[in-house]
């Protein structure tokens, strides 16, 4: 079932200061047409600038996720992010007056409240996902980052902290689809040890700075005038250290709230790639470098995969069409699963099955959730490959077809009633002494849903005994 793009009903604003640059900023969301995605524009700056939030646009992950783009910059993006891709909110325009997101508590919660107070409108266009179908690695052994993506049917993370600290220990958190991210994942803070924000003060990095906005973690003892500090910095006489642990400005949403916003971080940060995705993200000791660099990895893959869409005319007239099929293959129904061959040269084939409700196999075969079985999809396959190779004699009709390897199968998508099948196959090696090496991928809305490698033998038939055809 196909799911529509959505954008806002209507414009909302968010004020607050920036994190790391102090600045008071404004941010509106706009609603945006149809595959428009999210882009930021610096209303502030001549000429409005626009910036796509674009993982290619990245230049800097020091301390949060920074975008370059037309001379404009923007600074802590993630939080931004994660919140329109938690309530799946497609095609967002970010105007900002300043070049920074605000912090507001350094969660995603306050841009989650106010998306929703203007409420989601679906639009024509179809949601388009990336569909994960094999394994994708990133390791960076020197920061002990490792992060994996695995297949999966929803947009699923998992991530484990672990900073040798005894304050912190060891976390992990889960979102089992991107449903949970509201309740689960969006009220969770930013968090940064308390040596971390002394380190950080004292060069002036933290300028918006405030107890409100992130949760200290004390991993050591701490001295009355590194107290003394803290209060004059932070501008509070309730400044509080009591051995080790959480700074006392804040109560834990969750015991492993650090864990969870660091999965927040890598909803924000992976929105960069682009596309709505399918898959179980999991990653240890994740960081913006680590995300931003996997979230390149995925944007490759997909650009990759895209090269293996093709577009198929089947508006055209057939090659052969299902009575010319008849006199080269000897399949009758219910066991003829080829109904028209679109194109057909010395070494290539292509053609086509129009999946039914009124398949014989879906009797058997999940009636309540029809889909085909896979060996015939192997099965329809081969008879558009068995077309290619009983073409090389003159008298087709006397000859058969049998396999004789299958290699390389790969299921990448199920094909239920009203699919139409296009199988594209080409030889591997030449026809030598009536044997066939081909491979194919099967597509369905241009989209491959299968691949193999078969051999395959055609022989004559003489006198109802088999022999080698001898073809070249």
């Known amino acids: 079932m196909s799911v529509k793009q959505r954008t806002l009903k209507a414009p909302v604003s968010i004020s607050g200061v920036g994190l790391h640059t102090g600045k008071q900023v404004n941010l509106t969301f706009m609603p945006a047409p149809e ?18 939030a674009d993982v290619d646009n990245v230049v800097d992950t020091s301390r949060g ?13 993630e939080h931004v992010l994660a919140a329109l891709v938690g309530l ?5 325009l970010i105007q900002l007056d300043g070049p920074e997101m605000p912090i507001m508590d350094g969660s995603s919660m306050p841009f989650v409240a106010i998306l929703e107070k203007t409420g989601a409108i679906e639009q024509n266009a179809e949601r388009i996902y990336f569909e994960l179908t094999e394994n994708l690695t990133y390791e960076d052994p020197i920061k002990k980052v490792e992060m994996l993506a695995v297949p999966q049917d929803a947009y699923r993370a998992t991530v484990m902290v672990d900073y040798n600290s005894d304050v912190l220990g060891t976390q992990h ?18 968090f940064v040890f308390l040596h971390e924000l002394e380190a950080l003060l004292a060069h002036n990095l933290i300028k918006g700075g405030d107890l409100n906005n992130a949760i200290v973690l004390v991993d050591k003892e701490v001295s009355k005038e590194q107290i003394a500090h803290l209060q004059k910095v932070f501008h509070r006489e309730d400044v509080e250290i009591k051995g080790k642990g959480v ?3 804040t109560t834990l949403h969750y015991f492993n709230e650090p864990a969870r916003h660091k999965l927040l971080d890598i909803i924000g940060d992976l929105a960069l790639v682009g596309t709505p995705l399918k898959m179980h993200v999991l990653a240890a000791r994740p960081g913006h470098a680590g995300n931003v660099a996997f979230a390149k990895k995925i944007k490759e893959l997909i650009k990759s995969k895209k090269k293996d869409v093709k577009n198929f005319d089947l508006n055209k007239e057939p090659v052969l069409n299902i009575y010319d099929i008849q006199k080269i293959l000897p399949h009758r129904q219910p066991f003829l699963l080829i109904d028209k061959i679109m194109e057909l040269t010395k070494e290539s084939v292509i053609g086509v099955k129009n999946v039914t409700m009124n398949e014989e196999f879906f009797k058997g075969h999940f009636p309540e959730q029809p889909v085909m079985p896979g060996v015939l999809l192997i099965e329809a396959m081969a008879q558009a490959g068995g077309i290619l190779v009983l073409k090389t004699v003159p008298d087709p009709e006397n000859y058969l077809t049998y396999f004789i390897k299958i290699d390389g199968v790969k299921f990448r998508q199920q094909v239920i009633p009203g699919d139409t099948v296009v199988f594209d196959l080409r030889l591997v090696t030449p026809i030598r002494r009536g044997i066939c090496h081909m491979k194919g991928t099967a597509y369905v809305n241009n989209k491959p849903v299968m691949e193999a490698e078969m051999m395959a033998q055609i022989v004559k038939v003489k006198n109802n005994e088999p022999a080698l055809a001898h073809t070249s």
């Open 173 to 190: 958190a889960s979102m089992y689809h991107i449903g949970e991210f509201k309740s689960e994942i969006a009220m969770c803070r930013t």
């Open 88 to 92: 799946e909110i497609d095609n967002v």
């Open 65 to 77: 996720t920074t975008l370059e783009q037309n001379g404009a910059k923007v600074h802590t993006t």
């Open 35 to 52: 595959n428009h995605g999210y882009k930021f524009q610096r209303v502030d700056m001549p000429g409005n600038p626009i910036i796509d």
């Open 247 to 249: 700074l006392n400005n």
